[in-house]
């Protein structure tokens, strides 16, 4: 497995970050924004209309962010459903990117955690974790919120298992 499964492209995504998320300016960004309100920057294509002046306007924080493709994999799932329309699919959509992100985060940790020459069994677990992590953030199973909970919880405490070897 390489990275390729941690790479966001903006190019498949409509603008999730941008509108999803909360963001404020004390933290690098041009201005405060609650989750669920688009940017302002944000054009009628889901694109952002600083993409290139970001840094030079004060949006540090959009140049640090990186949804490790979770905003690709949401916007997928979502593609034939009337979410522009619809503000109930819009929040499942935004839920749905906020999952896929923690997701990705935790296959993120666990494809670094290769590089910490395991001991076999806690290789072979590793494996597994990750084989369910990517089965959820891979999936296009709409009811994964129950199973991703879990899987999350589990998997963060092997995570912190790490510690100790």
Known sequence: MDDVELQSDCSRCVGLCCIALSFSRADGFG????????????????????HERREDLGYDGCEAFECLGAGQRATAMFATQNWRRDSGIRRQMHARFSLLTRLQEVRQALMTAQTLGLPQEVEAERLVYLARISELADGH?????????AVLAETRNYIRSLASI
């Open 31 to 50: 201005h405060d924004k609650a989750a669920g309100e688009p940017c302002y920057h944000l054009d009628s294509q889901f694109r952002c209309s600083i």
């Open 141 to 149: 199973d709409e009811n994964i919120e129950s199973r991703a909970v």
